[in-house]
């Protein structure tokens, strides 16, 4: 279908609608044709809009979660889009619901808040210290702006409220502190026998019609693993690096200390008036007048940038913007930059954030570094750029070359690239190159694996490009008997054992319960047998297997014992008797246990609630997904 798309694109047709297209780009942006001009949302929450922005940011914290989680091991069709939307759109709805809730409480969370909280976290600080120019470059690379950093943050800090607050109301009464007691204190006295696996491995010789047998009737557990062996042409960057020319080094240096960095900076603190939604224009003069006026009186510039500058970021840091070479700030801002004088107070700027009050409060001269002192560093650059060129315009060349191509040694011929040979690989395969799943997971695709097509040009991390198909395919197929023989003889052995452990166990707790002690009959028969009192579901003495079997059975009967058995993961048998339960008490618990378990019951009530109250925002809720 694509070669048919290609062939028509030449078509006056075709070339009609690309021109509407373009059209429709120039008029109304390309976000016209993504996310459409029917409305501003997604979804509507009792009449709250879920922007597009929204979901898109939401979708991508997921992928980031997942690759946090997982690395180069993710598997790619966990991070499309149409798998996470409905994931992420779930999550904005009840995170809209509860953020209704919480302001119909009358909860609110000031600027101020929010803003002493963003000066105290560490990835916006360099030494200690807040950094604005830090705070703007990790929000840019995470998909935020300030304002939307600072909003997600209130309506988070706001939820905490309202969670704090429902976990607060609830708490366990004596009484139902005392009946949890009885429980996570209960004691239980038992006693229990081993019976062990390897007293009966190897008791029957497994001769060669069993072997047969055991083969044709679990013959899929002998399947070889499906393999595959590739062709393939991998790109990498360090292929296309060349020697630099001394000339195109020099030219580089004289760009480089032309550069901002090596001009003089001066170091900006400012404070930042912006008109309130509800403002007057009267009341905003009157504000910008009351800073200007304590600052001619000498008022400290910090203090005031703390208490009056909307700038949430920088006013916890005292007005501080970090340093600027001429191009970091509004051009107004820049202007006005330029003309003053060390610590001298600017007149008001006025820019599209709102009115600017400027002091600079450091400069310091750039000085350029050799040509010495750079020529690795513009080298290594130079080369890296170069080389990075002519591996995308190859694999753009590839791209369009391995897609028509019956193999990959014509398009290796023409681009004069080398066509490698892998070894069997398997879907588990997890080491070299194709422990990528991303490859794994184009090798074993339909249209690879079963239409006998290339691959796509795969992008690798580190800059790397990958191109396959699929030289031979080794279906699975049924081992034979010779091959496999071994592994039943030893599967058939431990079967065997296994089912006469069993035996030996039945044996054994028919005898209990016809009256032998536990004692008597581990000794006549040689097993290790111990005696626990008091054990508790924290004892560590007791078996696993056995310490949680002997908590699910009931009390028994005054002056008579259960006796039951259960099997180990090594094939062990455990027989053991219980003897009494001891029910527990709140005051028998040390007073951190006690309050550890308050903890635990309140705990358990106010996710409860919280549970609950989300189940009711949702069924009461005006939910439209558009």
Request: glycine share 8%.
């Amino acid at each position: 279908m694509l070669q048919d798309i290609r062939q028509n694109a030449q078509g006056t047709v075709a070339k009609i609608i690309v021109g509407l297209i373009v059209i429709a780009f120039s008029l109304f942006g390309i976000e016209s044709i993504l996310l459409g001009s029917g409305g501003s949302g997604v979804a509507e929450v009792n009449g709250e809009d879920i922007t597009p922005q929204e979901l898109q940011q939401a979708v991508n914290s997921q992928k980031r979660r997942l690759i946090s989680m997982m690395g180069e091991n993710v598997d790619p069709a966990m991070l499309d889009d149409q798998r996470l939307t409905g994931q992420a759109m779930d999550f904005l709805v009840q995170r809209k619901l509860q953020i209704q809730s919480a302001q119909s409480m009358d909860l609110v969370v000031s600027d101020g808040q929010a803003g002493t909280i963003i000066a105290a976290m560490e990835q916006f600080q360099v030494d200690g210290a807040f950094v604005p120019e830090v705070y703007r470059s990790v929000l840019s690379t995470a998909g935020y702006t300030p304002a939307s950093f600072k909003k997600g943050l209130q309506e988070d800090m706001l939820l905490n409220q309202s969670r704090s607050g429902l976990a607060g109301s609830e708490f366990a009464t004596p009484a139902e502190l005392a009946l949890s007691a009885q429980v996570v204190a209960e004691q239980r006295d038992l006693r229990y026998l081993t019976i062990p696996l390897d007293r009966f491995l190897a008791q029957e010789e497994v001769t060669d019609e069993d072997v047969a047998d055991y083969y044709e009737q679990n013959s899929s557990d002998f399947l070889t693993e499906e393999a595959v062996e590739l062709d393939y042409i991998e790109l990498k960057l360090e292929d296309f690096r060349k020697p630099v020319e001394e000339t195109a080094i020099a030219e580089a240096y004289e760009l480089e200390i032309q550069d901002a960095q090596y001009k003089s900076e001066h170091r900006v603190s400012h404070i930042l008036l912006e008109q309130g939604t509800d403002e007057s224009a009267e009341a905003y003069g009157q504000r910008l007048n009351e800073v200007s006026k304590r600052l001619a009186e000498g008022g400290d510039f910090a203090e005031l940038a703390r208490e009056f500058s909307d700038d949430i970021g920088s006013a916890a840091a005292g007005g501080d913007l970090g340093f600027t070479s001429g191009d970091a700030f509004p051009q107004e801002m820049e202007s006005a930059i330029a003309e003053l004088e060390l610590s001298t107070v600017s007149q008001p700027v006025k820019t599209e954030a709102g009115i600017h009050l400027i002091m600079v409060t450091e400069r310091r001269d750039g000085e350029a570094p050799s040509l010495e002192e750079m020529h690795g560093q513009l080298e290594e650059r130079i080369a890296m750029e170069e080389a990075r060129v002519e591996l995308l315009r190859t694999v753009e060349s590839l791209k369009d070359l391995a897609f028509n191509a019956e193999t990959l040694a014509d398009p290796a011929t023409e681009l004069s690239l080398e066509v490698q040979q892998s070894e069997k690989l398997t879907r588990a395969q997890a080491e070299g190159l194709f422990a990528n799943p991303t490859l794994r997971s184009a090798a074993f695709s339909e249209d690879v694996l079963v239409a006998g097509h290339n691959s796509d040009v795969l992008e690798l991390s580190g800059g790397n490009f990958v191109v396959l198909r699929v030289g031979q395919h080794h279906q699975a197929r049924v081992r034979p008997v010779a091959e496999v023989r071994g592994q039943i003889v030893v599967q058939i052995g431990e079967q065997r054992s296994r089912e006469a452990v069993n035996v030996e166990a039945d044996r054994a707790v028919a005898a209990l319960r016809g009256g032998e002690t536990l004692e008597a009959y581990a000794l006549a028969q040689g097993y290790e047998w111990q005696v626990e009192l008091g054990a508790d579901r924290r004892n560590l003495n007791v078996p696993r297997e056995v310490l949680q079997r002997v908590f699910t059975l009931p009390v028994p009967d005054e002056g008579s014992s259960i006796v039951d058995s259960v099997a180990s993961i090594a094939g062990d048998a455990r027989v053991f008797e219980l003897v009494r339960v001891t029910v527990g008490e709140l005051q028998a618990l040390s007073e951190s246990e006690r309050e550890q378990l308050k903890q635990q019951v309140g705990g358990e009530y106010g996710q409860l609630v919280d549970n609950e109250l989300q189940i009711g925002l949702r069924d009461s809720a005006d939910i439209n997904i558009l």
